[in-house]
Nanobody
Framework: QVQLVESGGGLVQPGGSLRLSCAASGSIFSAYAMRWYRQAPGNERELVAAMASGGRTNYADSVKGRFTISRDNAKNTVYLQMNSLKPEDTAVYYC?????????WGQGTQVTVSS
């Protein structure tokens, strides 16, 4: 069992930055692939960034060059650094921990990009 708690969301102006954090507890954090998803009103949940247990990363085309996913296995925490934010980045952001046979979600944190 893995418990995930996101933090770091908020209101930011276009062009600004935020760093989301996802603290995990309850299992072997380093064994999981960690992902960030987002869901805007009326839209389906979409994958934003992912990091495999071995460190390989991939990003949605819409955030490449602006967002960076990282993890600190010693702190059981995954981060999403978001730069050059745009109004279309506004969404609830969810942390996900995945391995074969297990799939866990956090409660989400709201990110609003608006002037």
């Amino acid at each position: 069992q893995v418990q995930l708690v996101e933090s770091g969301g908020g209101l930011v102006q276009p062009g600004g930055s935020l760093r989301l954090s996802c603290a995990a507890s309850g299992s072997i954090f380093s064994a999981y692939a960690m992902r960030w998803y987002r869901q805007a009103p009326g839209n389906e949940r979409e994958l934003v960034a992912a990091m495999a247990s071995g460190g390989r990363t991939n990003y949605a085309d819409s955030v490449k060059g602006r967002f960076t996913i990282s993890r600190d296995n010693a702190k059981n925490t995954v981060y999403l650094q978001m730069n050059s934010l745009k109004p279309e980045d506004t969404a609830v952001y969810y942390c996900n921990a995945f391995r074969v046979g297990a799939d866990y979600w956090g409660q989400g944190t709201q990110v609003t990009v608006s002037s």
